[in-house]
């Protein structure tokens, strides 16, 4: 999990270390509930945004085998600027797209909205784009995360790249490096119960095999490490999860999915056989391989220790020696593509020489690359969503002032 394929940009970073006071100021007068967790490791502390009610109650309906789901906190920080932005008066447009940027001679001025309603002509003395990213776009994801291309997504589905077209256009970059963040394995890669949930929709007790029939990692150790193990260059990432009788009623909606894929579902695949032997031919698996990955489990289970991946002990149980036996295919789909565009530590867009593209910033997802290396380990999208729409916001703000100061600078030296 280094950093070899992406260096981080410290600078970036350190850019969010530097305005963290003043944004958790904000934060505080704004009314923002959180808490503060310090780490016992390293003395590091984690804000996290506290879930509102709704949020909560939509929590507690969802069903997710072995885990509760969690309560999210984003709703509760959005609403509340939301709460804000309508106290002072700001105009907030739903359903209106920017599909083009208004560039004088270089420099941007606003945006274009070509909507169901019209289009719309935003003058502005700055622009900050933060649309997240392009994972439902399946035309940028063959072109720029290839590895990604082809893969489900539980990405918002308006994160279709808007953002990322419109700084292209005005000469920004792609960062080099572009990588799909860690999903969730589920049966349905249609059906997420939740998400953003680091959950996998599996039951823990069961085994995760890759698709060669062997146990790579243990199956309650959560969806971002699991990435790296389940990664495949020739294929779709995912995995198979094999239950017996006992563990199997766990999987949510099991006897739908058995009967969808005996009326041959095209992406759905639940087996029921009364063998292990049996079911890895249905998985069009290796049998002998398959059964040496069960049996060594069951040595795992009955010694009590996972010595092969850790996985928690109160998981580590036994198949029963009859069948039937349960499998079910996993997809893991992705919760979008972190990489983005290139930007300077003032939310500057940039150009390929590395100069910044006046009037023109970002923020969030689509401006990542430079502060997630390699690896996108969880909770960073809000924080760097958060963090770089200060300093964009401050360093647009400050922009549009000094171009209005200009522009009348410039009117009076035409009247002298």
Same mark, same amino acid.
């Given at each position: 999990?280094? /950093? ?23 934060? $505080? ?61 700001? $105009? ?59 893969? @489900? ?48 929709? @599996? ?82 698996? $290796?049998?002998?391989?398959?059964? *040496? ?20 002990? *109160? ?10 036996? @349960? ?25 390929? $020489? ?21 690896? @996108?380990?969880?909770? /960073? ?29 410039? *009117? ?5």
């Amino acid at each position: 999990m280094g /950093q070899d394929l992406n260096p981080i940009h410290l600078g970036m970073p350190d850019a969010l270390i530097d305005v963290s006071p003043k944004l958790m100021q904000v934060y $505080d007068e704004i009314g923002v509930d959180y808490r503060t967790e310090p780490s016992e490791k390293d003395g590091s502390i984690t804000v996290k945004i506290n879930p509102n009610e709704k949020s909560k109650k939509n929590a507690e309906a969802i069903t997710i085998p072995s885990k509760k789901a969690n309560a999210k906190g984003a709703p509760n920080l959005i609403a509340t600027f939301v709460k804000k932005l309508n106290d002072l008066g700001v $105009d907030i447009y739903l359903n209106t797209p920017a599909t083009e940027l208004i560039n004088d001679d270089g420099v941007i001025k606003g945006v274009i909205s070509d909507s169901k309603t019209g289009k719309k002509t935003f003058n502005a003395g700055a622009v900050v784009l933060a649309t997240g990213d392009y994972a439902r776009n399946p035309e940028m994801d063959k072109e720029y995360n290839k590895r990604g291309a082809g893969e @489900y997504s539980a990405s918002a589905i308006g994160n279709t790249g808007d953002g990322h077209k419109l700084a292209l256009e005005a000469g920004g970059v792609m960062n080099p490096f572009q990588e799909s963040m860690s999903g969730v394995f589920n049966a349905n890669p249609h059906d997420y119960p939740m998400v953003g949930d680091p959950t996998n929709s @599996y039951p823990f007790e069961a085994i995760l095999l890759n698709m060669e029939g062997k146990r790579v990692f243990k199956e309650d150790g959560g969806s971002h490490p699991q990435k790296f193990e389940f990664v495949r260059e020739d294929g779709q990432n995912s995995a198979w999860a094999i239950r017996d009788k006992e563990i199997a009623p766990n999987l949510p909606h099991l006897e739908e999915y058995l009967e969808k894929t005996a009326n041959n579902d095209k992406i759905i695949r639940v087996y029921k056989a009364d063998t292990i032997e049996e079911l890895a031919k249905l998985m069009e698996l $290796d049998p002998e391989v398959v059964k *040496k990955e069960v049996d060594r489990y069951n040595e795992l289970a009955r010694a009590g220790e996972d010595t092969d991946f850790g996985k928690d002990p *109160k998981f580590l149980k036994e198949f029963k020696a009859e069948g039937p036996y @349960y499998a079910a295919l996993m997809y893991d789909a992705t919760r979008g593509v972190y990489g983005g565009i290139k930007t300077s530590p003032r939310a500057e867009v940039v150009d390929k $020489d590395g100069h910044a593209i006046p009037g023109l910033y970002a923020s969030g997802v689509i401006s990542s690359g430079q502060f997630f290396g390699d690896f @996108y380990p969880g909770r /960073q999208a809000i924080g760097v969503a958060g963090y770089m729409g200060y300093i964009a916001g401050e360093n647009a703000s400050a922009f549009a002032d000094e171009s209005v100061a200009n522009d009348f600078a410039g *009117k009076n030296d035409k009247n002298k």
